[in-house]
């Protein structure tokens, strides 16, 4: 079945560096990924749709400066922590969108763990 | 912004038992999902139903819809330790991918 790599699982960083995670869709192009952010013991928050060859569509709240996110191609997404802080520390995860012929289904990464020291 | 709301946060059964997650949600939706996320992990989709369709079922899951008064709730019978996990709905308001996750509910199934 259709799989969607997400990379890295886990990564530590310093306060005020960024962070570059990957979204990829692995046997299937993927024009519409999206990115949630998770707290510990609470729900997934949508932060954006990444739309391939043009710009993502950020949710309400979400500092698009902060969270860059490049879909250069039909299988790649990714999102960028820029100059991260304590309070950016997260499991993030992404989405990707298969759309068939006749159907569309949607299949998750499978996380990414951020510690921002 | 989150979409639903569910119900019980928290809930703690024997294995055997049955466990019921009810979710709401607060605006027209074109289907409702429900995933799994054991702790600290990706997701799993465990079912999938539609605004015209009012129950399904998924071996020992059983999801019902009543879109009336925007509720969904999830059955799990014959509960097992494995499934001890954090159980969420999720909403697509349009065909498109994005989805509304709800709360969740904590499910753990004592053996």
């Known amino acids: 079945g259709a799989v969607v790599s997400q990379h890295p699982s886990w990564v530590i960083c310093k306060s005020g560096t960024s962070v570059k995670i990957e979204c990829r869709s692995l046997d299937f192009q993927a024009t519409t990924m999206f990115w949630y952010r998770q707290f510990p013991k609470q729900s997934l928050m949508l932060m954006a749709t990444?739309?391939?060859?043009?710009?993502?569509?950020?949710e309400q709240g979400v500092e698009k400066d902060k969270f860059l996110i490049n879909h250069a191609s039909l299988t790649l997404s990714t999102l960028t922590v820029t100059s991260a802080h304590p309070e950016d520390s997260s499991f993030y995860i992404c989405s990707a969108l298969h759309q068939g012929s006749y159907n569309e289904k949607l299949f998750f990464g499978s996380g990414t763990q951020l510690s921002v020291l | 912004s989150q979409q639903g709301e569910e119900d019980p946060q928290a809930l703690s059964i024997q294995e055997g038992e049955n466990a019921t997650m009810n979710c709401s949600y607060k605006t027209s939706i074109n289907n409702l999902q429900w995933y799994r996320q054991n702790s600290g992990r990706g997701l799993v989709h465990l079912i999938l139903i539609r605004s015209n369709e009012r129950e399904k079922h998924s071996g020992r899951l059983r999801v019902t819809l009543d879109t009336s008064k925007k509720s969904s709730s999830l059955l799990i019978t014959a509960s097992r330790a494995a499934d001890t996990a954090s159980y969420f709905c999720a909403t697509e308001r349009v065909r498109g991918g994005k989805l509304i996750f709800g709360q969740g509910t904590e499910l753990s199934v004592k053996p």
């Open positions: 990444s739309n391939e060859g043009s710009k993502a569509t950020y």
